[in-house]
């Protein structure tokens, strides 16, 4: 499984457009990813991040490590860094704003093993 990140943008005044990128890092605080498109600083998005590895650190006794594997990890998120890089990418750093308890807890213990992505 790609470390791949599905967002889009929160908002009550227009349609949100899903947008893929790669995420280059992610910790218990928020993720750095490459976007094609820029978005401005204080933009709160919805996030579905797929963390490889992170099934088998779950807590939850009556679902496979392997279907929770697929499970995304959703959080709301703030843009609180933006910066152009080559071929008209952005770089993008996230604060997580909200993340699922359980989620969270699965990352983080993840984060701290010897068998991260």
């Not at 990813?33 to 590895?53: D, N, T």
């Amino acid at each position: 499984m790609e470390a791949v990140v599905v967002f889009q943008e929160l908002s009550f005044e227009k349609e949100a457009e899903n947008v893929q990128a790669k995420y280059k890092d992610v910790s218990g605080g928020g993720l750095l990813l490459a976007s094609s498109r820029e978005f401005p600083l204080g933009v709160i998005l919805k996030l579905e991040i797929r963390v490889p590895g992170w099934g088998k650190h779950h807590d939850i006794s009556f679902e496979p490590s392997h279907h929770l594997e697929l499970k995304p990890l959703v959080a709301v998120g703030e843009v609180v860094r933006v910066e152009a890089i080559d071929d008209g990418e952005f770089e993008l750093g996230i604060k997580f704003l909200n993340v699922y308890p359980e989620d969270l807890k699965a990352l983080l213990a993840l984060i701290n093993s010897s068998d991260q992505p």
